[in-house]
């Protein structure tokens, strides 16, 4: 036994772990790949993030750039009544110049036009003079050199933009200090439309607060942020795809999804491989019990035979003195003989039902002959052994559809354990026989006040080639299939058996039979 299941063990434990390692390799790999496909779609998505974010800080600087020669193109430097004039239109209705100035080559001011009243004229004038210059650093500025400064002066941010020229022989240096809210109001507005549907857009100041628009609520690897390099440098652009979140939570759905389907393949291999070891389990102990079948049926096929032959030889040779030992020489071998035919009888009838065959003629029939007829034909052993067998059959029952040699059967099964194992312990015991009818029903029950059947064993003696421990203990003979037996053939009426057992107290079986036919037509037949 013990090298049978080390030869179907070893391979199935191989293939296991092969089933395993395969899928835990699939799951590995199918998992990796999820995550390098959503790792490749957010480095696309923040690839054009900063793509677009680079896109929107080169056009503003181009347009701040762009309006800044315009303007310096405007300055009129041979009649100072005229610039001033001119720049004093400008400032007004420009909306982009708060202010222009005009200085000469020792950074001495010689034209300064702004849209503000007097007084704050006068303090502007004063910080320009006095902090501006100065930190425009003019003397390091080229000729035709282009320049920004964005910085706080006291509580004033200012974007100066300032360049080098040269005109009739003479070098000055021309100063726009920029209107930031129309920077924001204007040219943020121009450029970010059509992108805030799809995108956080907003400009901060590198001490943090918000100049513009609205920042991604939630930071992370899609949000680009860049300062603006030549122009507003004390400003940041800040863009973000507004559906990072959504991205995010499709792909940490995706991993999930991916674990819990590996986690499921695992799940299905490890119940498949339990049915599977159930089942060898199963067919093994199956196995088992025909084998036993085989030697229980032997053995009751030999004992009667054996019987028979030696009382038949004895009365052949004349051995029994007188005819009162004859005739129970000749008793024997008719009892031996009835025994034998009922086993083959019983044998036959498994042996249909194993291969499909058992095939039922379904008569209206009175069942109480049926009881009657069974009862009678183990009388005379009960009284032999000492054993009280009653009856109880209610009057007036109706007919029920049954096949009259199943039920005898069936009832030669109950009637044939009774005796069995019932009495065994009490040689005096009683059997009870009852039928009745009970609602739509007829409720047969044999039961006897014999040894029991342990709790465990309720559930497993209906099951073919079954024998319990007490009858494979003593020497009771049985084959194992008397109950299976009954069981089909309880069933094939429409019926069911049950079983009823206190150890130490009796069993009783009960079978139940339906007052009508639960197919269509009297007759059916079942295979
Ligand atoms: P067999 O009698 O040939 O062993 P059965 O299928 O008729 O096979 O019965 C199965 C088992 O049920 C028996 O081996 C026995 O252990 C138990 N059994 C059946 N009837 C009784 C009974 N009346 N009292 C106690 N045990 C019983």
């Given at each position: 036994m013990r090298l049978d299941s080390a030869r179907w063990f070893l391979p199935l434990a191989l293939a296991i772990a092969a089933i395993m390692l395969?899928?835990?390799?699939?799951?590995?790999?199918s998992y990796e790949a999820t995550k390098r496909l959503a790792a490749r779609s957010e480095e696309s998505i923040e690839k054009s993030n900063s793509l677009v974010g680079q896109k929107v800080i080169d056009r503003i600087e181009k347009v701040i750039i762009d309006s800044d020669r315009m303007l310096f193109r405007l300055v009129i430097l041979d009649n100072p009544r005229e610039f001033t004039e001119l720049w004093k239109r400008i400032v007004a209705v420009s909306g982009v110049?708060?202010?222009?100035?005009?200085?000469?080559?020792?950074?001495?001011?010689?034209?300064?036009?702004?849209?503000?009243?007097?007084?704050?004229?006068?303090?502007?004038?004063?910080?320009?003079?006095?902090e501006m210059v100065p930190a425009m650093e003019l003397g390091t500025l080229p000729l035709d050199a282009h320049r920004h400064l964005h910085r706080y002066f006291g509580s004033l941010l200012t974007l100066l933009s300032f360049i080098h020229l040269e005109h009739d022989g003479q070098r000055f240096y021309i100063v726009l200090s920029t209107n930031?809210?129309?920077?924001?109001d204007d040219i943020f507005r121009e450029e970010?439309?059509?992108?805030?549907?799809?995108?956080?857009?907003?400009?901060?100041?590198?001490?943090?607060?918000?100049?513009y628009g609205s920042p991604a609520p939630d930071r992370g690897s899609f949000v680009f942020e860049q300062r603006f390099p030549t122009t507003l440098y004390r400003w940041r652009l800040q863009i973000a795809p507004k559906d990072i979140g959504t991205i995010r939570r499709e792909a940490r759905a995706r991993r999930t999804i991916n674990t819990l389907l590996v986690g499921a393949a695992y799940g299905l291999i490890f119940i498949g491989m339990l049915t599977?070891?159930?089942a060898i389990r199963k067919e093994r102990r199956a196995n088992q019990l025909k084998s036993d079948f085989i030697s229980n049926v032997t053995h009751e096929l030999k004992t009667p035979l054996s019987l028979i032959r030696m009382f038949g030889e004895l009365l052949t040779l004349g051995r029994p003195g007188t005819a009162q030992t004859a005739r129970e020489?000749?008793?024997?071998?008719?009892?031996?003989?009835?025994?034998?035919?009922?086993?083959?009888?019983?044998?036959?009838?498994?042996?249909?039902?194993e291969r499909g065959m058992a095939a039922y003629e379904f008569k209206l029939g009175d069942l109480r002959t049926v009881v009657e007829r069974s009862v009678?034909?183990?009388?005379?052993?009960?009284?032999?052994?000492?054993?009280?067998?009653?009856?109880?059959?209610?009057?007036?029952?109706?007919?029920?559809p049954i096949d009259e040699n199943a039920m005898t059967l069936l009832l030669h099964n109950l009637l044939e354990n009774a005796l069995k194992y019932g009495v065994t312990e009490k040689p005096r015991g009683s059997i009870h026989v009852s039928l009745?009818?009970?609602?739509?029903?007829?409720v047969l029950r044999v039961s006897d006040d014999g040894p029991g059947i342990p709790r465990d064993e309720l559930s497993r003696i209906f099951e073919r080639f079954y024998r319990g421990r007490a009858a494979r203990r003593t020497s009771i003979r049985g084959s194992g299939i008397g109950l299976s037996l009954v069981k089909h053939i309880a069933q094939a009426h429409g019926g069911e058996v049950q079983v009823d057992s206190e150890l130490g107290r009796g069993t009783t079986f009960a079978v139940w039979i339906p007052l009508r036919s639960r197919t269509r037509g009297e007759d059916r037949r079942m295979t």
């Open positions: 395969a899928t835990m390799v699939l799951g590995y790999y110049v708060e202010a222009v100035a005009v200085l000469d080559e020792n950074r001495t001011l010689l034209h300064l036009v702004g849209n503000m009243p007097p007084s704050q004229m006068n303090a502007f004038r004063q910080t320009f003079i006095t930031l809210q129309h920077i924001k970010f439309r059509g992108l805030e549907e799809s995108r956080y857009l907003a400009v901060l100041d590198e001490d943090g607060p918000l100049v599977l070891l159930l020489y000749a008793e024997i071998i008719t009892r031996e003989s009835d025994r034998l035919s009922r086993l083959i009888d019983n044998v036959l009838d498994f042996a249909r039902i009678d034909l183990v009388r005379h052993r009960a009284e032999q052994a000492g054993v009280q067998l009653d009856t109880r059959i209610e009057p007036e029952l109706p007919e029920v009745a009818r009970e609602d739509s029903r007829l």
